[in-house]
């Protein structure tokens, strides 16, 4: 793995298993003219196929209200807050004014894992401010990703979670609850919440996927939703292996 600190952006790798974590800030000296609020987001891939992906960039001015929901905080693996987001979305559709301050707090490279913290302060903003923090893990003897976060804060908030999945993934049970795993070609994967707070939901839903300027497929959102008093924590497990001979496969 590395860390590229001028970036503020870190990538986790072993063998096939690869993510990148995005703690950089919105650039050009915080205007953002192509920034999107992806602060914190992950993108993971293993087995040699894109799992959790990044939706992309859809259209510039032709539309804009496709421009605002492609850099949305909701259309990136990241956390939501009480409905806002991360940085604020002007009219202008390039300028993303950078308030956000995010940083990278530890970056850990070892034989057995990597591992990265960061955190922004983009929610500070609030009546009540909070402060996301977010470790990434890749654990290299169980082949596992982790993902934590702890948001900080004093009072009631609503707090959503969002795994964008790779565009023609399928669920593996339409019926499982919560929804945890799905396959993409020959590749099963999981996303496990290994520990959050009762009272929260998952619910699958239709999202989009931008694979080139202009192009627009449909994807599979995986969003968590809980409601209540802060601090929270949320931890979150990332598997995925390839099928064995003899079972079905979903072509790509």
Known sequence: GR??????SVVLRHED????????????EGRGAHAHNDTLSVEIQACGRD????PGTGCYTPDLGLRDRFRSTVFHNTVRVDGQEINPI????????GVDRPRVARFESRA???LVEAEHHGYARLADPVVHRRIVLLNKRTRRFVIEDRLEGRDRHRVEWFFHLTPRSKAADAAEVPPGRFFSGEV??????IFLPEGRRAVLEEGM??????????????RYDWSGKLPVIGR?????????????????
Do not use: M, N, Q, W
């Open 3 to 8: 860390h590229f600190p001028a970036a503020g």
């Open 17 to 28: 298993l690869y993510a990148f974590v995005d703690a950089g800030p919105v650039g050009l």
């Open 51 to 54: 799992l959790i992906v990044d």
């Open 90 to 97: 002007p009219a202008e559709p390039f300028a993303l004014p």
């Open 112 to 114: 057995g894992f990597e």
């Open 188 to 193: 099963d994967f999981s996303i496990e919440a």
């Open 209 to 222: 996927h931008s694979p080139g300027y202009g192009r627009l497929e449909r994807s599979t959102v995986l």
């Open 236 to 252: 979150f497990a990332i598997a995925a292996s390839r099928r064995g001979p003899g079972r079905a496969t979903e072509s790509s």
